[in-house]
């Protein structure tokens, strides 16, 4: 009984030892607790940020016109596709985007049958357009990375017609026409973060450049040898980079 007596009086005087020396330190000098620092992630995707860029695009077109026409009618005609490359610069501004862009195509080839005897294709010639457009965009808002946009855009392309043969005319007799009309352009796609720089562009555009005529004309020969291709048109599936400066 007396050990227990020790014991609980031994208890009752640490704890108003403990109790007295908090008492006699004032409370302004107590440590504070400890500070919580809490910061701002850096955000993973920057597609509704702002800033200049740069692009560059690689496209697919499935090429196509309104008509040929030439001195005898074609009953049918080969237009191939083509591979063409895109250069920009724009500027970004939250959801809107505005760039410019010069855009080529590799030279492409015609050919048209006709129903007459003789040679064939009567018709054959090389295209190629180059194209010069200012382009605005609208970015959907922004999805786990992914940023889905719409946009137009208007301008001018240069169509040159080269090698340009009838086959009724006398060898060597090559054409070539060139013509500068007004463009326009819709495209829609997708814009991917790959850095926090870069980004992937993937879309479609449709291109309209106008038409180009051309002639294999002899100085000796007084019937002309006109054609026309008429409304010369691209569907072009395009994936390109775009470098977001910031």
Known sequence: MTRTKVCVAGLLGAFAFVANAH?????GSWPPPPQVSYERPEPQFKELLSGWYVRADIGYRWNSFASFEAATPV??????NAIAGTLGVGYKYQWFRADVTVDRSVRTNFSGTTAGA???PRYTAKITPLSGLGNVYADLGTWAGFTPYVGAGVGFTQISSEEYF?????TGTGGKGKSVNFSWAWMAGIAVQVKPNWI????????????VKTNN??????????????????????IGLRFLFD
Do not use: C, W
Not at 23 to 27: I, K, R, T
Not at 166 to 170: F, L, N, Q
Not at 218 to 235: E, N, Y
């Open 23 to 27: 008492a006699a330190d004032p409370a």
């Open 75 to 80: 009953v049918s005609q080969k237009y191939n």
């Open 118 to 120: 003789g040679a064939q």
């Open 166 to 170: 009838d086959a009724t005319r006398p």
């Open 200 to 211: 992937v562009d993937i879309g479609f555009r449709h291109l309209d450049m106008g038409s």
């Open 217 to 238: 004309q002899l100085a000796s020969v007084t019937i002309p040898d006109v054609a026309t291709f008429d409304k010369l048109t691209a569907q072009e599936v395009r």
